[in-house]
């Protein structure tokens, strides 16, 4: 086979289950993958679909990684196509994106301009309200004072983020946010948590069960036009109710999936993105929770169900036509992260807020999850160990 016929070779920044599904999506069709995450436990380092990985950190090691990336990109025939597969690699490849596009095929919204102030979730939140999006009562504090005021105003439970969650994990503990229960326990929780108020947003909790949760993935081309889309209801959640999905299914949302297009194009924007919605019985309206401007951890279920949109994005980034993948879905696919999920669903067994049903489908084998894999053993065998070492760092 001549060199002009080998599919280029991707780099995958970030080694969770998250980069563990893109390297399932690319390794699947052939693409050489090399990875990067500097957790040498990771479970993507032990995929086979991972031909080679470093663990250099886009943190610690940033002039390190970036002659990494440079060497490694040179010494190929074709020029890789880069993937970033975690917030802190999405910051990196923002902050370098003018180097790294020498060398490497990167969705042109990856710059300083535009993931790099996005990704902060109080100029994403400012952004979305500017364009009309539906969120959940927000407000942006600069001082104590300020929070003192907004004690008064929101209803409870609220929760505090942080801009920068990626770089609040130690602060939090692990916790994606902060619940408050009253006007008292903002206040001494923000004392605790924050000593920056101009860090973090105040949002009040849309009520509701997690499966009022919808999710949306997509990939949208150069000219900002969705190619391919998906949708799909959260289940459960880990932590419960404030984290990510350990229980997905695949469901078409037809209103998810326009309200999606419609905000994305309006941004402007070149690349892999997840959007989630959750429904507000108080109106009867969908209001926007987040997007994620990459890859999202249960980006497995699309390719499951159908709709590959990591590998559609990578044939789009080459230059080759890629046919529009939008409502051709297979409905009813079922997504889980295993070990989190088990520990979801004993937290509802022990409120006695489990269903039967829903006990039977946890223990139905017949799914799409996030680490295992018939066709990856190393990863299945290593799992244990991986599982063991993320409840230990999260103490």
């Not at 539906?134 to 005021?149: A, G, L, R, Y």
């Not at 941004?267 to 987040?290: Q, S």
């Not at 997007?291 to 080459?318: C, E, H, K, Q």
């Not at 036509?321 to 051709?328: A, D, P």
Request: charged residues 25%; contains cysteine.
């Amino acid at each position: 086979m001549s060199h002009s016929n080998l599919k280029p070779p991707a780099v995958i920044l970030c080694l969770t289950a998250t980069g563990l599904s893109v390297a399932r999506s690319l390794g699947y069709h052939g693409v050489e993958v090399y990875g990067v995450d500097r957790n040498r436990w990771q479970i993507g380092h032990f995929s086979k679909y991972v031909a080679d990985s470093s663990t250099l950190s886009c943190k610690q090691n940033k002039a390190e990684l970036l002659k990494n990336l440079i060497s490694y990109a040179k010494d190929k025939n074709t020029q890789p196509v880069l993937f970033a597969a975690g917030d802190d690699e999405v910051e990196f490849v923002s902050e370098y994106a003018e180097i790294l596009r020498r060398f490497f095929i990167i969705p042109q919204s990856y710059n300083k301009e535009f993931t790099g102030v996005l990704l902060n979730k109080i100029s994403f939140y400012k952004e979305c309200m500017e364009l009309g999006a539906e969120i959940p009562v927000t407000f942006f504090p600069n001082s104590v004072k300020d929070v003192e005021s907004i004690s008064k105003k929101i209803s409870y439970p609220t929760i505090i983020k942080p801009g920068l969650g990626h770089q609040w994990r130690k602060r939090f503990k692990g916790k994606k946010v902060i619940e408050v229960s009253s006007a008292s326990d903002l206040l001494s929780k923000y004392e605790y948590y924050c000593p920056n108020a101009e860090e973090v947003v105040i949002q009040e909790v849309i009520p509701g069960r997690e499966d009022n949760i919808a999710i949306f993935g997509g990939y949208f081309n150069k000219d900002y036009e969705p190619v391919s889309v998906f949708t799909a209801k959260k289940t459960r959640q880990y932590p419960p109710m404030f984290g990510s999905g350990s229980l997905c299914e695949s469901h078409w949302y037809p209103e998810i999936a326009d309200m999606s297009i419609n905000l994305v194009q309006k941004m402007r924007y070149h690349g892999i993105c997840g959007t989630e919605y959750k429904w507000d019985p108080r109106d009867a309206r969908w209001k926007l929770m987040e997007i994620n401007f990459r890859p999202t951890l249960w980006f497995a279920i699309t390719r499951a169900s159908g709709v590959d949109i990591v590998y559609d994005a990578y044939l789009d980034l080459i230059g080759q036509e890629v046919k529009k993948n939008i409502g051709t879905q297979i409905n009813g696919i079922v997504w889980q992260y295993l070990v989190r999920d088990a520990i979801s669903v004993l937290h509802y067994l022990k409120r006695r807020d489990i269903s039967t049903a829903a006990l039977r489908q946890f223990v139905d084998p017949r799914k799409e999850y996030a680490i295992l894999s018939c066709k990856d053993w190393c990863t299945n065998l290593l799992y244990p160990i991986y599982a063991l070492s993320e409840f230990f760092k999260h103490l």
